[in-house]
């Protein structure tokens, strides 16, 4: 088979955002697009030849189509193997298992994780590097780069390859290899967890459902939880993946997984619910009557890792993103481990992890993950989650609550303003940052709150030195209480405003409250001193997690 070169025109605007390149599917499937981004991606990394890849997504309208793309593209260009998931299906933290347990040299991963799916829906693609991990920021700026400049792509003129069969079959002169996308993943989770006392744990009654909402963590959580721990069938809801999520939104959040959140909150409600998105990666975490937010779960997961076979061994110490809620830093303390705050993207982890600095990270945003791979992993959370119940063999509410009795507790929330103007946005970000330094001092809201500190986070890493600027607006109160404003580096649409707001209360406080109602007055702080809700035309958010 013989390598042909086409001609391209290179397309604005690829550029990378917080998780690889995300747009809406049709401008993805535009003749050339898709190539000139692979293109630009091979590029960057130096060329192809006789390396390995490994090839998925979480089969969203358009993935099985790019899938063969990227497979012609890179036998063409010398690939020596591509490892692919059967029907070209990866969960994420599959694949980034995949990366390292074959010690490929990198991942190409479609997903444009909880954004919805179709033709009219969102669509993505995201590089990965040989840890595992998505790529870095050197990188993703030297792909973007290429983007500019790319001018051709070089491609087999072959038929579809079938990926429904097993096994390996030719691509020229590259051999494809299809592979069941849950077995390795299964068997790391074997290894980490003690799947004994989780059996043992529902075969006493507890009972649990875990919604896939039509996304890529099906196959997993059918395999995973009903296989091998003995769940009853139908644990699983939504559990066959479907190009276009059954027409939902795949992101693991209370108001997107609803009926989930209305099950465990009503008197016959499971003792335990957990959801994952689009690809995998993310999870939510609720128990009977009570929903758990991403920064609690960290942190209880921080202080509890340890009853886990997986993580018997002295925690390096635990990573957040700079939004997420301080509450995993009182634990860090208490377990004197140190904690670290990287911007927003789990590719800002991979050095820490990489490093030994760090063996548990987590975001507000509804990841967490371990040093087990390079990518947040909702499963891993949802049997970490298990494992630590079967150990305690007390419930959600009562972990939670003892938890903040110990550490107090870190109010939080985040209030999503999405698809606003994006001009707006970017002018309110852009007045706010002009005025930081006239901030501190300032009393802002109704009870006034008076302003300690205001900065744009930049981070330096603390492994390669690199450092990232603008990375979210912080404001520091006098009462300790916090606010964060950035804009998403994941839409698709205008722009999508975040305001991430906590108050901590310690242990002798108010634990008890209800999170809204505590955070209020910093909402209504925020809102004076920036006038979002005039700016973007908003009275209220459409999300708050
Ligand atoms: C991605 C990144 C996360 C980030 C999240 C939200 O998650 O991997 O690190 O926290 O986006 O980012 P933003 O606030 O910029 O929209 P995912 O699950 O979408 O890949």
């Known amino acids: 088979m013989t390598p042909i070169t086409r001609a391209l025109t290179p397309f604005d605007g690829q550029k990378p955002g917080t998780s690889g390149l995300r747009k809406k599917t049709r401008v993805f499937m535009q003749k050339g697009y898709l190539e000139a981004f692979v293109q630009s991606i091979f590029n960057a990394i130096e060329g192809v030849a006789g390396k390995t890849f490994v090839v998925g997504g979480d089969g969203r309208f358009f993935n099985a189509e790019a899938i063969q793309t990227i497979l012609r593209m890179a036998a063409a260009q010398g690939a020596a193997r591509c490892i692919v998931g059967q029907n070209g299906l990866l969960s994420t933290p599959a ?62 003129d072959s038929a579809d390859l079938d990926l429904s069969a097993l096994g390996e079959v030719a691509l020229g002169d590259m051999t494809v290899e299809i592979v069941d996308p849950v077995t390795d993943y299964a068997a ?44 009853p069938k139908g644990t699983v809801m939504n559990g066959t993946p479907s190009v276009d999520f059954g027409k939902g939104h795949p992101d693991p ?59 018997k061994r002295d925690l390096a110490g635990v990573a957040r993103s700079m939004p997420t809620s301080r509450a995993a830093d009182r634990v860090a303390e208490k377990l004197g481990i140190a904690s670290f705050e990287t911007p927003t993207g789990w590719k800002f982890f991979g050095n820490l992890l990489d490093a030994g600095k760090a063996t548990l990270c987590g975001e507000e945003s509804a990841g967490t993950g371990s040093d087990h791979v390079r990518e947040k992993d909702g499963l891993w959370a949802v049997l970490l989650w298990l494992n630590i ?157």
């Open 95 to 156: 694949a980034s298992n995949l990366i390292r347990q074959r010690k490929a040299n990198g991942g190409l991963i479609l997903s444009a994780s909880h954004n919805p799916g179709g033709i009219d829906a969102d669509f993505g693609l995201k590089y990965n590097i040989s840890n595992g991990g998505p790529a870095p920021e050197g990188v993703t700026a030297a792909m973007f780069e290429q983007t500019k400049t790319v001018s051709e792509y070089t491609t087999l």
């Open 253 to 311: 959040n209370p108001i997107w997984a609803k009926p989930l959140v209305d099950l465990v909150m009503s008197d016959d409600g499971p003792d335990f619910a957990a959801a994952s998105d689009g690809d995998g990666d993310r999870n939510m975490i609720l128990g009977k009557g009570v929903y758990v937010t991403p920064s609690d779960s960290l942190a209880v997961l921080a202080a509890n890792a340890h009853l886990a076979p997986g993580y």
């Open 389 to 545: 119940l079967a150990e305690r063999k007390v419930s959600v509410k009562d972990i939670l609550n003892d938890h903040w009795q110990t550490y107090g507790r870190d109010y939080y929330s985040r209030h999503d303003y999405e698809a606003v103007d994006a001009a707006a946005a970017e002018a309110m970000m852009a007045d706010m940052n002009a005025r930081l330094g006239d901030l501190p001092g300032t009393e802002v809201g109704d009870p006034p709150k008076t302003i300690a500190a205001a900065d744009q986070f930049s981070y330096t890493d603390p492994v390669d030195g690199s450092v990232s600027n603008n990375q979210g607006l912080r404001l520091l109160f006098a009462d300790d209480s916090r606010a964060v404003i950035r804009l998403s580096g994941t839409g698709t649409e205008g722009a999508t405003v975040r305001v991430y707001l906590e108050r901590y209360e310690p242990a002798n406080g108010d634990l008890e409250g209800e999170t809204q109602a505590a955070l209020s007055d910093l909402a209504k702080a925020v809102n004076a001193l920036t006038g979002l809700s005039e700016r973007t035309g908003r009275d209220a958010p459409d999300v708050m997690t």
């Open 188 to 231: 790391l989770m074997k290894e980490l967890f003690d799947f004994k006392a989780i059996s043992d744990l529902i075969a006493g009654g507890f009972t649990l459902r875990f919604d896939a909402m039509h996304a890529v963590t099906g196959p997993y959580a059918t395999a995973i939880l009903e296989g091998m721990l003995g769940a």
